[in-house]
Protein backbone atom coordinates (compact mmCIF):
# COMPACT_ATOMS: atom_id res chain seq x y z
CA UNK A 1 0.00 0.00 0.00
CA UNK A 2 1.16 3.65 -0.90
CA UNK A 3 1.82 6.08 1.78
CA UNK A 4 1.34 9.78 2.32
CA UNK A 5 3.36 12.65 3.74
CA UNK A 6 1.39 12.94 6.96
CA UNK A 7 1.59 8.95 7.23
CA UNK A 8 -1.83 7.86 5.82
CA UNK A 9 -2.18 5.41 2.98
CA UNK A 10 -2.60 7.65 -0.24
CA UNK A 11 -5.87 7.61 -2.34
CA UNK A 12 -4.54 5.18 -4.33
CA UNK A 13 -3.51 2.62 -1.49
CA UNK A 14 -7.37 3.50 -0.21
CA UNK A 15 -8.99 2.38 -3.68
CA UNK A 16 -6.66 -0.45 -3.78
CA UNK A 17 -8.10 -1.73 -0.41
CA UNK A 18 -11.61 -0.91 -0.96
CA UNK A 19 -11.06 -2.76 -4.88
CA UNK A 20 -9.64 -5.80 -2.71
CA UNK A 21 -12.60 -6.41 -0.39
CA UNK A 22 -15.03 -5.82 -3.74
CA UNK A 23 -13.17 -8.98 -5.35
CA UNK A 24 -13.36 -11.01 -2.57
CA UNK A 25 -16.46 -10.52 -2.06
CA UNK A 26 -17.20 -11.09 -5.93
CA UNK A 27 -15.28 -14.10 -5.58
CA UNK A 28 -17.51 -15.51 -2.65
CA UNK A 29 -20.28 -14.99 -4.52
CA UNK A 30 -18.99 -16.49 -7.81
CA UNK A 31 -18.08 -19.52 -5.94
CA UNK A 32 -21.01 -20.52 -4.11
CA UNK A 33 -23.29 -19.52 -7.47
CA UNK A 34 -21.01 -22.15 -9.56
CA UNK A 35 -21.34 -24.65 -6.60
CA UNK A 36 -25.28 -24.05 -7.53
CA UNK A 37 -25.24 -24.78 -10.95
CA UNK A 38 -22.92 -27.62 -10.53
CA UNK A 39 -25.24 -29.23 -7.68
CA UNK A 40 -27.92 -28.20 -10.60
CA UNK A 41 -26.57 -29.94 -13.01
CA UNK A 42 -25.83 -33.10 -11.24
CA UNK A 43 -29.53 -33.49 -10.05
CA UNK A 44 -30.57 -32.45 -13.24
CA UNK A 45 -28.02 -35.58 -14.80
CA UNK A 46 -28.32 -38.31 -12.05
CA UNK A 47 -31.59 -38.13 -9.78
CA UNK A 48 -34.93 -37.39 -10.82
CA UNK A 49 -35.62 -35.09 -7.10
CA UNK A 50 -37.38 -32.35 -9.35
CA UNK A 51 -38.66 -30.51 -6.28
CA UNK A 52 -34.92 -30.20 -5.21
CA UNK A 53 -34.03 -29.32 -8.70
CA UNK A 54 -36.77 -26.42 -8.43
CA UNK A 55 -35.60 -25.34 -5.26
CA UNK A 56 -31.94 -25.31 -6.38
CA UNK A 57 -33.18 -23.55 -9.18
CA UNK A 58 -34.77 -20.42 -7.19
CA UNK A 59 -31.75 -20.51 -5.48
CA UNK A 60 -29.43 -19.97 -8.13
CA UNK A 61 -32.15 -17.33 -9.47
CA UNK A 62 -32.00 -15.39 -6.01
CA UNK A 63 -28.05 -15.74 -6.42
CA UNK A 64 -27.50 -14.23 -9.26
CA UNK A 65 -30.03 -11.50 -7.91
CA UNK A 66 -28.04 -11.12 -5.09
CA UNK A 67 -24.97 -10.67 -6.82
CA UNK A 68 -26.44 -8.05 -9.27
CA UNK A 69 -27.76 -5.88 -6.68
CA UNK A 70 -24.50 -6.43 -4.13
CA UNK A 71 -22.02 -5.12 -7.60
CA UNK A 72 -24.55 -2.31 -7.96
CA UNK A 73 -25.19 -1.01 -4.30
CA UNK A 74 -21.15 -1.53 -4.20
CA UNK A 75 -20.28 0.35 -7.19
CA UNK A 76 -22.81 3.59 -5.91
CA UNK A 77 -21.04 3.47 -2.63
CA UNK A 78 -17.40 3.17 -4.08
CA UNK A 79 -18.28 6.10 -6.54
CA UNK A 80 -19.76 8.37 -3.70
CA UNK A 81 -16.80 7.45 -1.98
CA UNK A 82 -14.39 8.09 -4.74
CA UNK A 83 -16.60 11.07 -5.31
CA UNK A 84 -16.21 12.27 -1.57
CA UNK A 85 -12.53 12.15 -1.97
CA UNK A 86 -12.31 13.69 -5.12
CA UNK A 87 -14.30 17.02 -4.21
CA UNK A 88 -12.91 16.93 -0.37
CA UNK A 89 -16.57 16.28 1.46
CA UNK A 90 -15.45 14.46 3.78
CA UNK A 91 -19.03 14.07 5.89
CA UNK A 92 -20.36 11.38 3.97
CA UNK A 93 -21.06 8.15 6.05
CA UNK A 94 -21.37 4.53 5.18
CA UNK A 95 -23.95 2.89 7.41
CA UNK A 96 -23.53 -0.58 8.76
CA UNK A 97 -26.55 -2.48 7.37
CA UNK A 98 -26.15 -5.72 8.99
CA UNK A 99 -25.08 -7.30 6.32
CA UNK A 100 -21.84 -8.96 6.78
CA UNK A 101 -20.86 -8.61 2.91
CA UNK A 102 -21.05 -4.70 2.63
CA UNK A 103 -20.58 -4.10 6.23
CA UNK A 104 -16.33 -4.20 5.93
CA UNK A 105 -16.59 -2.41 3.10
CA UNK A 106 -18.26 0.26 5.02
CA UNK A 107 -16.59 0.49 7.58
CA UNK A 108 -13.14 0.74 5.48
CA UNK A 109 -14.66 3.70 3.92
CA UNK A 110 -16.13 5.15 6.77
CA UNK A 111 -12.14 4.68 8.37
CA UNK A 112 -10.88 6.45 5.13
CA UNK A 113 -13.22 9.37 5.30
CA UNK A 114 -12.13 9.91 9.35
CA UNK A 115 -8.65 9.74 8.37
CA UNK A 116 -8.83 12.10 5.55
CA UNK A 117 -10.94 14.36 7.57
CA UNK A 118 -8.30 14.61 10.49
CA UNK A 119 -5.71 15.13 7.98
CA UNK A 120 -7.25 17.94 6.29
CA UNK A 121 -8.46 19.81 9.76
CA UNK A 122 -4.73 19.46 10.65
CA UNK A 123 -4.25 21.10 7.34
CA UNK A 124 -6.26 24.00 7.79
CA UNK A 125 -5.14 24.70 11.43
CA UNK A 126 -1.03 24.65 10.16
CA UNK A 127 -2.40 26.71 7.16
CA UNK A 128 -3.84 29.40 9.73
CA UNK A 129 -1.16 29.25 12.37
CA UNK A 130 1.08 30.30 9.01
CA UNK A 131 -1.42 32.57 7.88
CA UNK A 132 -1.93 34.30 10.90
CA UNK A 133 2.37 34.40 11.40
CA UNK A 134 2.59 36.25 8.08
CA UNK A 135 0.02 38.92 8.49
CA UNK A 136 1.88 39.70 12.16
CA UNK A 137 5.39 40.35 10.34
CA UNK A 138 6.88 43.19 10.41
CA UNK A 139 8.03 43.52 7.17
CA UNK A 140 5.58 43.86 4.28
CA UNK A 141 4.87 40.50 2.14
CA UNK A 142 4.17 40.31 -1.48
CA UNK A 143 3.09 37.27 -3.56
CA UNK A 144 2.20 37.81 -7.34
CA UNK A 145 2.46 35.71 -10.40
CA UNK A 146 4.59 37.02 -13.64
CA UNK A 147 1.71 39.09 -14.81
CA UNK A 148 1.53 40.96 -11.44
CA UNK A 149 -1.62 39.07 -10.29
CA UNK A 150 -1.28 39.54 -6.77
CA UNK A 151 -1.94 36.61 -4.55
CA UNK A 152 -0.95 37.37 -0.92
CA UNK A 153 -0.48 40.50 0.80
CA UNK A 154 0.30 40.95 4.36
CA UNK A 155 -0.54 43.89 6.67
CA UNK A 156 2.79 45.42 6.91
CA UNK A 157 2.55 45.80 3.10
CA UNK A 158 -1.07 47.20 3.10
CA UNK A 159 0.40 49.70 5.96
CA UNK A 160 3.39 51.00 3.68
CA UNK A 161 1.57 50.46 0.61
CA UNK A 162 -1.41 52.50 2.00
CA UNK A 163 -4.07 49.65 0.36
CA UNK A 164 -6.45 47.43 1.65
CA UNK A 165 -6.43 45.44 -1.08
CA UNK A 166 -4.44 44.75 -4.64
CA UNK A 167 -5.42 42.62 -7.61
CA UNK A 168 -2.35 44.04 -9.40
CA UNK A 169 1.18 45.10 -8.61
CA UNK A 170 0.09 47.22 -11.76
CA UNK A 171 -2.38 49.50 -9.28
CA UNK A 172 0.80 50.46 -7.79
CA UNK A 173 1.37 52.63 -10.33
CA UNK A 174 0.04 55.82 -8.60
CA UNK A 175 2.09 55.22 -5.46
CA UNK A 176 5.13 54.89 -7.24
CA UNK A 177 6.13 53.70 -10.72
CA UNK A 178 9.39 52.99 -10.01
CA UNK A 179 8.06 50.18 -7.56
CA UNK A 180 5.76 48.83 -10.28
CA UNK A 181 8.78 48.26 -12.50
CA UNK A 182 11.09 47.06 -9.88
CA UNK A 183 8.44 44.49 -8.91
CA UNK A 184 8.39 43.20 -12.02
CA UNK A 185 11.70 43.09 -13.22
CA UNK A 186 13.25 41.82 -10.02
CA UNK A 187 14.98 38.25 -10.40
CA UNK A 188 14.87 35.97 -7.46
CA UNK A 189 17.88 36.09 -5.51
CA UNK A 190 17.79 39.93 -6.24
CA UNK A 191 18.05 43.09 -3.96
CA UNK A 192 17.33 46.66 -4.67
CA UNK A 193 16.58 49.89 -3.02
CA UNK A 194 13.71 52.06 -4.41
CA UNK A 195 13.05 55.97 -3.24
CA UNK A 196 9.39 57.30 -2.73
CA UNK A 197 8.40 60.47 -1.47
CA UNK A 198 4.80 60.04 -0.46
CA UNK A 199 3.37 63.53 0.92
CA UNK A 200 6.50 64.92 1.57
CA UNK A 201 7.64 61.81 3.22
CA UNK A 202 10.67 59.90 2.05
CA UNK A 203 10.57 56.69 1.77
CA UNK A 204 13.52 54.00 1.21
CA UNK A 205 12.53 50.26 0.67
CA UNK A 206 14.83 47.46 0.32
CA UNK A 207 13.27 44.78 -1.70
CA UNK A 208 14.22 41.43 -1.91
CA UNK A 209 12.68 38.87 -3.90
CA UNK A 210 12.64 34.89 -4.17
CA UNK A 211 10.61 32.53 -6.64
CA UNK A 212 9.08 29.82 -5.94
CA UNK A 213 6.16 26.80 -7.81
CA UNK A 214 2.69 26.20 -6.76
CA UNK A 215 0.09 24.25 -8.22
CA UNK A 216 2.61 24.31 -11.46
CA UNK A 217 2.33 28.17 -11.53
CA UNK A 218 5.52 29.99 -10.93
CA UNK A 219 5.31 33.05 -8.04
CA UNK A 220 7.59 35.68 -6.36
CA UNK A 221 7.30 36.31 -3.26
CA UNK A 222 8.66 39.64 -2.47
CA UNK A 223 9.57 41.66 0.90
CA UNK A 224 9.48 45.08 1.61
CA UNK A 225 11.33 47.18 4.19
CA UNK A 226 11.28 50.89 4.67
CA UNK A 227 15.17 51.50 5.72
CA UNK A 228 14.42 54.95 5.61
CA UNK A 229 15.77 55.15 9.70
CA UNK A 230 18.23 53.24 9.56
CA UNK A 231 19.58 54.83 6.59
CA UNK A 232 19.29 58.24 8.42
CA UNK A 233 20.60 56.69 11.69
CA UNK A 234 23.82 55.35 9.85
CA UNK A 235 24.07 58.45 7.68
CA UNK A 236 23.74 60.38 11.22
CA UNK A 237 26.76 57.91 12.30
CA UNK A 238 28.80 58.77 9.42
CA UNK A 239 28.55 62.60 9.83
CA UNK A 240 29.38 62.38 13.39
CA UNK A 241 32.29 60.16 12.96
CA UNK A 242 33.25 62.20 9.63
CA UNK A 243 33.51 65.50 11.39
CA UNK A 244 34.82 64.18 14.67
CA UNK A 245 38.22 63.18 12.63
CA UNK A 246 38.27 66.48 10.20
CA UNK A 247 37.51 68.78 13.49
CA UNK A 248 40.67 67.07 14.60
CA UNK A 249 42.96 66.85 11.95
CA UNK A 250 41.83 70.80 11.32
CA UNK A 251 42.47 71.63 14.97
CA UNK A 252 45.61 69.63 14.62
CA UNK A 253 46.93 72.18 11.95
CA UNK A 254 45.29 75.48 12.44
CA UNK A 255 45.96 75.57 16.60
CA UNK A 256 49.48 76.14 15.76
CA UNK A 257 48.90 78.43 12.93
CA UNK A 258 46.70 80.06 14.81
CA UNK A 259 49.17 80.81 17.54
CA UNK A 260 52.30 81.50 15.22
CA UNK A 261 50.71 84.09 13.70
CA UNK A 262 49.81 85.73 17.07
CA UNK A 263 53.50 85.53 18.07
CA UNK A 264 54.69 87.13 14.86
CA UNK A 265 52.15 89.74 15.16
CA UNK A 266 53.20 90.37 18.24
CA UNK A 267 57.18 90.58 17.60
CA UNK A 268 55.97 92.82 14.47
CA UNK A 269 54.15 94.81 17.23
CA UNK A 270 56.51 95.12 19.71
CA UNK A 271 59.50 96.50 16.62
CA UNK A 272 57.03 98.65 15.43
CA UNK A 273 57.44 100.44 18.52
CA UNK A 274 61.01 101.11 18.27
CA UNK A 275 62.83 103.75 16.14
CA UNK A 276 64.92 101.81 13.52
CA UNK A 277 68.19 103.86 14.73
CA UNK A 278 67.53 102.45 18.53
CA UNK A 279 67.12 99.14 17.39
CA UNK A 280 69.86 96.21 18.48
CA UNK A 281 70.93 94.56 15.14
CA UNK A 282 71.60 91.65 17.70
CA UNK A 283 67.65 92.42 18.26
CA UNK A 284 66.89 92.78 15.29
CA UNK A 285 68.59 89.40 13.69
CA UNK A 286 67.22 87.16 17.05
CA UNK A 287 63.79 88.74 15.67
CA UNK A 288 63.90 87.91 12.21
CA UNK A 289 65.00 84.61 13.28
CA UNK A 290 62.15 84.15 15.16
CA UNK A 291 59.66 85.44 12.33
CA UNK A 292 61.12 83.50 10.09
CA UNK A 293 60.83 80.05 12.16
CA UNK A 294 57.51 80.89 12.85
CA UNK A 295 56.74 81.75 9.01
CA UNK A 296 58.26 78.47 8.02
CA UNK A 297 56.27 76.53 10.62
CA UNK A 298 52.85 78.38 9.55
CA UNK A 299 54.03 77.31 5.95
CA UNK A 300 54.46 73.23 6.85
CA UNK A 301 51.60 73.27 8.57
CA UNK A 302 49.45 74.81 5.55
CA UNK A 303 50.82 72.09 3.39
CA UNK A 304 50.24 69.45 5.66
CA UNK A 305 46.11 71.05 5.82
CA UNK A 306 46.16 71.24 1.86
CA UNK A 307 47.61 67.73 2.15
CA UNK A 308 44.47 66.31 4.15
CA UNK A 309 42.23 68.34 2.11
CA UNK A 310 43.17 66.72 -0.80
CA UNK A 311 43.25 63.62 0.89
CA UNK A 312 39.72 63.96 1.09
CA UNK A 313 39.15 65.16 -2.13
CA UNK A 314 40.45 61.58 -3.01
CA UNK A 315 37.81 59.52 -1.56
CA UNK A 316 35.54 61.59 -3.74
CA UNK A 317 37.33 60.84 -7.08
CA UNK A 318 37.44 57.23 -7.12
CA UNK A 319 37.38 56.48 -11.06
CA UNK A 320 34.46 54.10 -12.15
CA UNK A 321 35.39 50.74 -12.43
CA UNK A 322 36.59 49.37 -15.66
CA UNK A 323 35.76 45.66 -15.66
CA UNK A 324 37.19 42.84 -17.29
CA UNK A 325 37.73 39.06 -16.43
CA UNK A 326 41.90 38.21 -15.39
CA UNK A 327 43.51 35.59 -13.74
CA UNK A 328 43.59 35.82 -9.06
CA UNK A 329 46.99 33.86 -10.11
CA UNK A 330 48.37 36.87 -12.13
CA UNK A 331 46.80 39.74 -10.09
CA UNK A 332 49.22 37.99 -7.24
CA UNK A 333 52.03 37.82 -9.38
CA UNK A 334 51.98 41.37 -10.20
CA UNK A 335 51.00 42.35 -6.80
CA UNK A 336 54.03 39.79 -5.16
CA UNK A 337 56.79 41.49 -7.57
CA UNK A 338 55.91 45.12 -6.98
CA UNK A 339 55.51 44.30 -2.65
CA UNK A 340 59.50 42.11 -3.08
CA UNK A 341 61.48 45.61 -2.61
CA UNK A 342 59.47 46.85 0.21
CA UNK A 343 60.06 43.81 2.19
CA UNK A 344 63.38 42.84 0.97
CA UNK A 345 65.96 42.98 3.87
CA UNK A 346 63.06 42.19 6.36
CA UNK A 347 62.85 38.64 7.96
CA UNK A 348 59.13 38.45 6.70
CA UNK A 349 57.77 34.68 5.15
CA UNK A 350 55.67 36.16 2.48
CA UNK A 351 53.64 33.53 0.48
CA UNK A 352 50.80 33.52 -2.13
CA UNK A 353 48.56 30.66 -2.74
CA UNK A 354 45.70 30.55 -5.08
CA UNK A 355 42.84 27.78 -4.88
CA UNK A 356 41.50 26.65 -7.88
CA UNK A 357 44.83 27.68 -9.50
CA UNK A 358 42.31 28.40 -12.53
CA UNK A 359 40.43 31.44 -10.49
CA UNK A 360 38.93 34.04 -12.24
CA UNK A 361 37.73 37.56 -11.18
CA UNK A 362 35.83 39.96 -13.32
CA UNK A 363 36.70 43.79 -11.46
CA UNK A 364 38.78 46.61 -12.38
CA UNK A 365 42.62 45.50 -12.38
CA UNK A 366 44.21 48.29 -11.16
CA UNK A 367 41.94 49.12 -8.79
CA UNK A 368 42.24 46.05 -6.69
CA UNK A 369 45.77 45.62 -7.24
CA UNK A 370 45.71 49.06 -4.79
CA UNK A 371 43.40 47.65 -2.62
CA UNK A 372 46.03 44.91 -2.55
CA UNK A 373 49.12 46.84 -2.47
CA UNK A 374 47.34 49.18 0.74
CA UNK A 375 46.80 45.82 2.79
CA UNK A 376 49.62 44.23 2.41
CA UNK A 377 51.46 47.60 3.23
CA UNK A 378 49.08 47.67 6.83
CA UNK A 379 50.67 43.99 7.27
CA UNK A 380 54.22 44.59 7.05
CA UNK A 381 54.49 47.87 9.29
CA UNK A 382 52.11 45.53 11.39
CA UNK A 383 54.70 42.71 11.89
CA UNK A 384 57.81 45.00 11.74
CA UNK A 385 60.72 43.22 13.03
CA UNK A 386 58.95 40.61 14.97
CA UNK A 387 60.10 37.02 14.78
CA UNK A 388 58.87 34.78 12.47
CA UNK A 389 56.59 37.46 11.12
CA UNK A 390 54.14 36.04 8.00
CA UNK A 391 52.42 37.54 5.65
CA UNK A 392 49.84 35.42 3.46
CA UNK A 393 48.24 36.55 0.34
CA UNK A 394 45.08 33.89 -0.46
CA UNK A 395 42.44 33.70 -3.18
CA UNK A 396 39.80 30.85 -2.88
CA UNK A 397 35.80 30.48 -3.57
CA UNK A 398 33.74 30.47 0.11
CA UNK A 399 30.41 28.21 0.84
CA UNK A 400 28.76 30.80 -1.36
CA UNK A 401 30.69 30.37 -4.51
CA UNK A 402 32.05 33.86 -4.42
CA UNK A 403 35.02 34.51 -5.36
CA UNK A 404 37.46 35.94 -2.07
CA UNK A 405 40.86 37.24 -1.33
CA UNK A 406 42.72 37.37 2.17
CA UNK A 407 45.40 39.13 3.33
CA UNK A 408 46.76 37.75 6.69
CA UNK A 409 49.42 38.53 8.81
CA UNK A 410 50.74 37.38 12.36
CA UNK A 411 51.27 41.05 13.63
CA UNK A 412 49.68 42.28 17.50
CA UNK A 413 46.79 42.47 15.97
CA UNK A 414 43.88 45.15 15.98
CA UNK A 415 41.92 45.43 19.69
CA UNK A 416 38.44 45.49 20.05
CA UNK A 417 37.82 49.49 20.28
CA UNK A 418 39.50 49.97 17.24
CA UNK A 419 38.61 47.15 14.74
CA UNK A 420 35.16 49.20 14.38
CA UNK A 421 36.81 52.89 13.41
CA UNK A 422 39.71 51.39 10.84
CA UNK A 423 37.18 51.97 8.03
CA UNK A 424 36.48 55.61 9.02
CA UNK A 425 38.30 58.73 6.91
CA UNK A 426 41.36 59.44 8.16
CA UNK A 427 41.47 57.50 11.22
CA UNK A 428 44.55 56.28 12.25
CA UNK A 429 46.91 54.13 14.40
CA UNK A 430 49.97 54.69 12.60
CA UNK A 431 52.21 57.91 13.40
CA UNK A 432 52.75 59.14 10.48
CA UNK A 433 49.77 57.35 8.60
CA UNK A 434 47.03 59.28 6.63
CA UNK A 435 43.73 57.02 7.22
CA UNK A 436 42.42 57.06 4.15
CA UNK A 437 44.28 53.85 2.94
CA UNK A 438 41.43 51.51 4.06
CA UNK A 439 38.68 53.93 3.56
CA UNK A 440 39.51 53.80 -0.28
CA UNK A 441 39.84 50.11 -0.40
CA UNK A 442 36.06 50.10 1.10
CA UNK A 443 34.90 52.70 -1.51
CA UNK A 444 36.75 50.63 -3.99
CA UNK A 445 34.69 47.24 -3.20
CA UNK A 446 31.30 49.09 -2.62
CA UNK A 447 32.20 50.08 -6.41
CA UNK A 448 32.59 46.56 -7.26
CA UNK A 449 29.37 45.55 -5.61
CA UNK A 450 31.41 43.94 -2.62
CA UNK A 451 32.57 43.73 0.53
CA UNK A 452 36.19 44.24 2.98
CA UNK A 453 35.79 42.56 6.30
CA UNK A 454 38.63 42.26 9.14
CA UNK A 455 38.80 39.32 11.95
CA UNK A 456 41.88 40.11 14.74
CA UNK A 457 42.61 37.62 17.23
CA UNK A 458 45.94 39.88 19.08
CA UNK A 459 49.46 38.56 18.65
CA UNK A 460 48.07 35.39 16.59
CA UNK A 461 46.05 36.42 13.38
CA UNK A 462 44.57 39.12 11.62
CA UNK A 463 42.95 38.83 7.91
CA UNK A 464 41.31 41.05 5.70
CA UNK A 465 38.66 39.91 3.45
CA UNK A 466 37.60 41.06 0.11
CA UNK A 467 34.30 39.19 -1.20
CA UNK A 468 33.28 39.89 -4.20
Not at 20 to 30: E, L
Not at 193 to 208: M, P, S
Not at 254 to 264: C, D, K, R
Not at 424 to 444: E, M, V
Amino acid sequence: MNWDCHGLPSIAGWKNMAYNSFRIQIFCRVILLGVSLVFCAFLIIHTALYVTFALTGLLILFELFALLKFIEKSNRNLVRFLESIRYSDFSQAFPVSGDPSLDRLHAEFNRVMEEFHRARSEKEESFRYLETVVQHVGIGLLSFQPDGTVELMNNAAKRLLRVSHLKSVSSLASFSQELVDTLLTLKPGERKLVKITDNDEILHLAVYATGFMLREKNYTLVSIHNIQSELEEQEMKSWQNLIRVLTHEIMNSVTPIASLASTVNALLRDAGKIPLSELDPQTVSETAEDIKSAVETIQKRSEGLLHFVENYRNLTRIPKPDYRIFPVSGLFARVKQLMETRIGGKDISFTVAVAPETLELTADLELIEQVLINLLLNAIDAVGDRPESRIELRGSIDDRDRVIIQVSDNGPGIVGDVIDRIFIPFFTTKQNGSGIGLSLSRQIMRLHGGSIGVRSEPDIRTVFTLRF
